[in-house]
């Protein structure tokens, strides 16, 4: 027998604004038709007044809670992704784990922008293997509004923000099992070269201002595509298994033609992966939580399905994680 981390539950939450196309071209010059043959976006949420990162990562913290069944005193871990800080310090996650009143615990955040909650989950779960943790809240939270440039269309109509969660637990399982549950392999990379393809143009040591997110949107696609790609097969090589027992991709929701590029490029089905880029647009750390919450609630995902998470951002940074529900 070995200790696993098993999803217990998941949830999301959003703000109460939705913004369509059609109002954004009001705000900047733009179309309806010029977004959605571009990026698949039709939609995005963005947070008003009283809502903030800790606010939304909260409400999708108590939604994965109850799903899951276990009460807040029982989390001893809260990871939390997000490049949207309520405040330069402390994390975010004391803030979180304050809200639900399970004082006590560890509590951090981390930062790898888009794939920080492929990051949060994968140290998530090494707490969990080496005993450190016994129950974790891993949560991707962002309120990307709040650094968009709004006089820059290229990149104001491409995000959104958001907020998703999962609770992982510990279990002994038998590792000879192929049906056993549990997070199975996950694989990270970083390349600081590339800084300059996607950033925020200031921080608290060289500007003193929050800056603004700048993006050359061709190189960082072309990017995108080959390193998704690579790590994906780098988790199945590590696994044993193959692409076409994967039952779900839940990739990162940012652009419509890099989920589709990425899995032509595995030969994985369209319909195996799990779209929500359409109504949530590019909520970054929160995509992939957001976009696994929805398919679960709806049904799609379910118990014993083998699913893959993977996600690129700025940094670069990017990973995968293979996990049997």
Known sequence: MTVRSIIRGSGSALPQRCVTNAEMATMVDTTDEWIVERTGIRQRYLAGEGETTSTLATAAARRALESSGIEAAKVDLIVLATATPDQTFPATATIVQHNLGCNGGIAFDVAAVCSGFLYAMA????????????CALVIGAETFSKILDWEDRTTCVLFGDGAGAIVLEAQDVDESDPDSPGVLASRLHADGAHNELLYVDGGPS???????VRMKGREVF??????????????LETTGHDAGEIDWVVPHQANFRILDATARKLDLPAEKVVVTVDQHANTSAASVPLA??????????????????????GGFTWGASLVRI
């Open 123 to 134: 140290t998530a779960d090494s707490m969990i293997r080496t005993g450190m943790a016994k």
């Open 206 to 212: 060289t500007t003193g201002t929050v800056g603004k």
């Open 222 to 235: 072309r990017h995108a595509v080959t390193n998704l790609a690579n790590v994906l097969r780098e988790v």
């Open 292 to 313: 696994f919450d929805v398919a679960m609630r709806d049904g799609r995902i379910k118990q014993g399905d083998l699913v893959m998470f993977e996600a690129m951002g």
